[in-house]
Structures are given as C-alpha cells and as structure tokens.
C-alpha cells in the first residue's frame, strides 16, 4: 500500500511526480487544478480528452503522456460524473486511482481540492487512495499472471492551504485508511496461522504499540469468568479459545463498548456447513471482531477524548471429539443458558458472552459487530443494524453514511422472542420457526445486553466480497471498522 501521503500547495503541474490526477465532471467540464496543469504544461488537455472520447462520467479514466517541463509527464483524468465533488465521491475517485496508478513511483492529484469542505475532501482522499491501493501478500515464489503492479509509494494531495484542519483531515484520514487495510490483513490471513493465539497476540501488539491497554485471557481465565459460550465453541479445536481487551482510557465515564465476532475458522461444527464455495472463506469470520479492535487502537492513535474498550473473544470453530452437540446446553456470562441447536450458529454463543460481560459495566453504548448472516439480503454494498436505542442507531447509521460504509435498519421484533423459548435452557440459538435471518440472530443477542443502549451490525455480507466490484477486489474490505471509528470520532467531538 501507499507509504506516504502528504499535502503540498504548489499548482497543478509545477510537481515533478510521475503522474498528475486531474478530475472531470460529466460533459467533460473540468475540475480543479486542469487550468493550473494546462497554463503549466502548454497543453490543451480538456481537448485531448474530448478528441479521445472522455466524456469525465463516473467511474471514467484516462491517461496519457504529454511533454512538460523538458521532459515527458503522465496525466490522469478522472471522471466524477455530475455531481461528484462530496466526499464519498472524493473516496471513490481516489481508490480508483491507487488501483489505475499501479507502478507509478508517485501521483499527484487535486481531487482534496472537490466540494465546500476541503478538510473532508483532504481525509477522503486519503483514505480511498490507502484502500486502492492494498495489497495482501500472496502466498509462494512464482509471479502469478495479470497479478496487479505495485501501487504508488507516494501520494500528493495538491490543496489551496494546508493549515491545521487540513493536517488533521489528513491524519485522520491515514489512521482510518491503516486501520481498515489492517483489518484486511488479518481477514485475509489463512486460518492455518491466523489462530486464536496468534490473532490474539497480534491485536494486543498493534493496541500496545498505539497507546492503547491490552489484556489477552487464556482459556483458563474464560472458564474462571464464566465464558461458557466462547469455550463451548472453541472447545472443539486443537487451537484453544482467547479473548482480548482492548482499552482506550482517554477520558472517564462510562465506557463506549465494542465487541466483534472472532471465529478465526467456521466449519459449522457438528452442523457442517453445506457449501464448499462459502467454507473455503470462512477464515473471514473473524472480521467483526477485527473491525471492533481497530476501531479503538485508531481511538487511541488519534488520541480522541473517549473511553472506549473492545472485547473480542477468538475461538475456531471445528468438529471432533470434543465438540458441542446440538442439544447441549451452555452457561454464558452472568449465569443465562442457552440450548445449542445448531453449531453453526457459534457466532452468536461467543458474542452472547462479550455482551452480558460489557453489559455489567453500564456502558454509554453498547455495539457488536458479527458475520452472523447475510446481513438479511441487502446485498454487499450495506451492513444491517439493528438495537434497542434508536438514537444510537441513528449515530452509528450517520457515522457509516460519512465514512463510504453505509448500513441499513432492520426491525427488531418483540413478538419474535418466543420463537427462542427452550425447553432446557434459558433460549435457544435458533428459532422455532422461520428462517434464521439477521434480524433473528440479534433478537438472541437481544436478551443478553441488559438495559445497556445496544446495536448489534451484521456485516456478513460486507466483510468479504466475493467478487470484483470494480471499486473494491475480491477479498476481504474492513467493514465496517471506518464507520466504528467514525462514531468514536462523534462521540468524541460531543
């Protein structure tokens, strides 16, 4: 990914870097900094355009060489089509042109200098060219065919100022952009060596190396605490189940607490999973709990005035000997049970534990984030949400909108809750009747959160695509980690 991005002042063609980024709005209208290039190059660059057939809709790119300052420059144009000067707008572009610049040194663009707020313009830019520009490390020796060059080692955004708040935008933008590509990694990371153990040590390095505390429990220690579900799910495995903490104490009072789901492998368990295209990705299914623990390091990189914590519990979910049945029964945190009647619906049993325990600390809110479902079929580019505090939700759905990570509100049912009665336990992990939907995995989690304000995301089916989009490659994307950090910023702006 990019090393460096940075702010200079200087016109637009006056930058010795190896590849200029101008923007277009549809019809070819051009946007800030293509009069600058053209005044500086000599070169009629609207009309080169136009004679090639660019026309600036969105999604639209070009480039080409043209002399300059005594020697060859390359041009990008960009297309925003019509109104394309926010920030989500802003991001798009610049993410398109990490992953079009691939094997250029260094790329300059006037895409902060789009829209009335510079500075969002200024983070959006940022972050959309870090998230083009990703990479996960391939596995093996040999070059692989029509793999991707490089992305730029360099990105400058050309702006009118840099005074503070652009600076701020700006590191803001690099610890959003980081933290999201950080997520990747880890979701990408084979299950093989992305353990429990290992996902453990490795969140508790990067939260240390942030500022941030970080207290990693042993099985042992989860079983003294009375963390029946997330043993009961891991107990499975050769790879014994971990839990992390994870805290920001930047201010007192009531903590804002964030737990994610941390299946580092699901089989399904005794209930194996049917099909072999969705298993062979189910490394992915710790990526709530990823996005929950990068959302507070990044707290604490930027130093926010908050107190905020994430507990991920990290477990693999496998069949053998030692596994749960369907039929038995587990004791979560704070003494509730619940019937298992299906191991693959492990997700929920581990967070139910997360919940009840950051519960007990009357947190100023409380949110999971799960690949529980598909997210109730509303497709890969949204989230699904669903709580017991309106406001809250309304915080967290404004936060995803701002960061390029939109969700959407499902109902949460009261009528609903009978479809989990049992007659041995408490609940049961799966309704009666009906599908087992989003909406019916958070009505379980539902019953675990006590009168704490409570959202549960699922971002089953923004975690992973399984395909290109166009902007975003196939693999792992790390939703919703930019929205999580976006309502840690609100909050603490407040």
């Given at each position: 990914?990019?090393?460096?991005?940075?702010?200079?002042?200087?016109p637009a063609?006056s930058?010795?870097d190896?590849?200029?980024?101008l923007?277009?709005?549809?019809?070819?209208?051009?946007?800030?900094?293509?009069?600058?290039?053209e005044?500086?190059?000599?070169?009629?660059?609207t009309?080169?355009?136009?004679?090639h057939?660019?026309?600036?809709?969105q999604?639209?790119?070009?480039?080409?060489?043209?002399p300059?300052?005594?020697?060859?420059?390359?041009?990008?144009?960009?297309?925003l089509?019509?109104?394309?000067?926010?920030?989500?707008?802003?991001?798009?572009?610049?993410?398109?042109?990490?992953?079009?610049a691939?094997?250029?040194?260094?790329?300059a663009?006037t895409?902060?200098?789009?829209?009335?707020?510079?500075?969002a313009?200024?983070?959006?830019?940022?972050e959309g060219?870090?998230?083009?520009?990703?990479?996960?490390?391939?596995?093996?020796?040999?070059?692989?065919?029509?793999?991707?060059p490089?992305?730029?080692?360099?990105?400058?955004?050309?702006?009118?100022?840099?005074?503070?708040?652009?600076?701020?935008?700006?590191?803001?933008?690099i610890?959003?952009?980081?933290?999201a590509?950080?997520?990747?990694?880890l979701?990408?990371a084979?299950?093989?060596t992305?353990t429990p153990?290992?996902?453990?040590?490795?969140?508790a390095a990067?939260?240390?190396?942030?500022?941030?505390?970080a207290h990693?429990?042993?099985?042992?220690?989860?079983?003294?605490q009375?963390?029946?579900g997330?043993?009961?799910?891991?107990?499975?495995s050769?790879?014994?189940?971990?839990?992390?903490?994870?805290?920001?104490?930047?201010?007192?009072?009531?903590?804002?607490?964030?737990?994610?789901?941390?299946?580092?492998?699901?089989?399904?368990?005794?209930?194996?999973?049917?099909?072999p295209?969705?298993i062979?990705?189910?490394?992915a299914d710790?990526?709530?709990?990823?996005?929950?623990?990068?959302?507070?390091?990044?707290?604490a990189?930027?130093?926010?005035?908050?107190?905020?914590?994430?507990?991920?519990?990290?477990?693999?979910n496998?069949?053998?000997?030692?596994?749960?049945r369907?039929?038995?029964?587990?004791?979560?945190?704070?003494?509730?049970?619940?019937?298992?009647?299906?191991?693959?619906?492990?997700?929920?049993?581990v967070?139910?534990?997360?919940?009840?325990?950051?519960?007990?600390?009357?947190?100023?809110?409380?949110?999971?984030?799960?690949?529980?479902?598909?997210?109730?079929?509303?497709g890969?580019?949204?989230?699904?949400?669903?709580?017991?505090?309106?406001?809250?939700l309304?915080?967290i759905?404004d936060?995803?909108?701002?960061?390029?990570?939109?969700?959407?509100?499902?109902?949460?049912?009261?009528?609903?809750?009978?479809?989990?009665?049992?007659l041995?336990?408490?609940?049961r992990?799966?309704?009666?009747?009906?599908?087992?939907?989003?909406?019916?995995a958070?009505?379980?989690?539902?019953?675990?959160?006590?009168?704490?304000p409570?959202?549960h995301?699922?971002n089953g089916?923004?975690?992973w695509?399984?395909?290109?989009?166009?902007?975003?490659?196939?693999?792992a994307?790390?939703?919703?980690?930019?929205?999580?950090?976006?309502?840690?910023?609100?909050?603490?702006a407040?």
């Open positions: 990914m990019p090393s460096v991005v940075d702010l200079s002042t200087d063609g930058d010795t190896d590849l200029l980024a923007p277009f709005f549809d019809g070819l209208r051009p946007g800030p900094g293509v009069a600058d290039a005044r500086a190059l000599g070169v009629p660059l009309d080169m355009l136009a004679r057939g660019f026309r600036g809709q999604g639209d790119y070009s480039s080409f060489l043209v300059g300052g005594g020697r060859a420059r390359g041009i990008a144009a960009i297309g089509g019509a109104a394309g000067d926010g920030p989500s707008a802003v991001r798009d572009a610049a993410q398109r042109l990490a992953t079009q691939a094997g250029s040194a260094s790329v663009t895409l902060a200098m789009l829209g009335p707020d510079r500075a313009s200024v983070r959006a830019a940022t060219f870090l998230l083009g520009g990703y990479r996960f490390s391939r596995a093996g020796s040999r070059p692989v065919e029509g793999e991707r490089a992305p730029p080692g360099r990105l400058t955004l050309l702006v009118a100022e840099a005074g503070r708040a652009s600076q701020d935008a700006l590191a803001r933008g610890v959003a952009g980081e933290s590509n950080w997520v990747r990694d979701v990408h084979p299950a093989a992305a153990a290992a996902l453990a040590e490795q969140m990067r939260a240390m190396e942030h500022d941030a505390e990693v429990w042993t099985a042992r220690e989860l079983e003294r009375g963390f029946g997330v043993l009961g799910v891991g107990q499975g050769r790879n014994e189940p971990f839990l992390v903490e994870i805290v920001h104490a930047g201010a007192g009072g009531a903590p804002l607490a964030l737990t994610g789901k941390g299946i580092t492998f699901d089989s399904g368990g005794l209930n194996l999973k049917r099909d295209a969705e062979a990705w189910m490394r710790m990526a709530g709990g990823a996005a929950a623990a990068a959302a507070v390091i990044a707290a990189a930027l130093g926010l005035p908050i107190h905020a914590v994430a507990v991920v519990p990290l477990a693999e496998m069949p053998g000997g030692g596994s749960i369907p039929g038995d029964v587990l004791t979560h945190r704070g003494g509730r049970t619940s019937e298992v009647m299906d191991t693959d619906a492990e997700g929920r049993l967070i139910a534990d997360t919940i009840a325990y950051l519960a007990e600390r009357d947190p100023a809110a409380l949110i999971d984030v799960a690949t529980l479902t598909d997210a109730g079929g509303i890969h580019a949204l989230w699904a949400a669903m709580g017991t505090d309106q406001a809250l309304r915080e759905l936060a995803g909108e701002a960061a390029g990570e939109p969700g959407w509100q499902l109902p949460l049912r009261d009528e609903y809750r009978v479809l989990f009665t049992s041995s336990a408490d609940l992990n799966t309704p009666r009747h009906g599908a087992d939907t989003s909406v019916m958070a009505t379980f989690l539902r019953e675990f959160a006590a009168d704490a409570w959202v995301i699922d089916s923004t975690a695509l399984e395909f290109d989009t166009g902007l975003w490659p196939e693999g994307t790390g939703s919703p980690a930019r929205a999580l950090i976006r309502f840690l910023e609100t909050r603490a407040r």
